[in-house]
């Protein structure tokens, strides 16, 4: 019988690198073939346009392979942070007017925080642009995201709010569950990330159900 030892976290993110590492090769090989057949393709006098589709396909779905062996390498490779002071109210007005939000999507901002906190500011961008692109995710129709930072009880928050239908209770309660998710062809590690990143600063990450849409809170203790 397998041992926790066996199985333990360092062993997960060890199996998943190496594992990693066995699939890309073939899916390194599968591109470059599809490259040289999508050339002949295209030099071809008479191109076939069914062969043209599922030489798309095919590189899709390669770059689908690889968007998801690399969430899940990032998420077991989250161990320490490289930390330092930062304004929050300046470090999230950066982070957005340089995020690229669709068409359709209207952005608010309230960065009223004035707080400095001890971040990895890589890191740190990265769970927030995950809760933003989740947010973007809840209104394909188009809608409204809202953003905002502030000081709450001595503590630095930052919340991010959509105008979509909302997280289900179930959502709810397993949002932040590694391998959960409402969504098809997704992973369900985008929020587990964001969590796992904020433990990691020493604060925490919510989810909560608002008659306007769901709202995303990112709590971190001002240094």
Known sequence: MATDTEFGEVDLAKMTSLIGHEIRNPLAVISNSIYYIKNKVEAAQSKDEKVAKHIRIIESEVQRANSILKEVSLFFKLKELATKAAALDGFMEE?????????GIAVKKSLQSKATV???PAQLQRAVEAVLQNAVDALPSGGTVTVGAKTEKGQAVVEIADSGPGFTPEATVKAFTPFFTTKERRMG?????????????????EVRKSSAGAVVRLTLTPA
Do not use: C, E, N, Y
């Not at 982070?95 to 068409?103: E, G, I, K, N, Q």
């Not at 985008?190 to 433990?199: C, H, P, Q, Y």
């Open 118 to 120: 001890s971040i990895d």
């Open 189 to 205: 590690l985008g929020l587990a990330t964001v969590r796992r990143i904020m433990t990691l600063h020493q604060g925490k990450a």
């Open 95 to 103: 982070l957005l007017a340089a995020h690229a939000f669709p068409d």
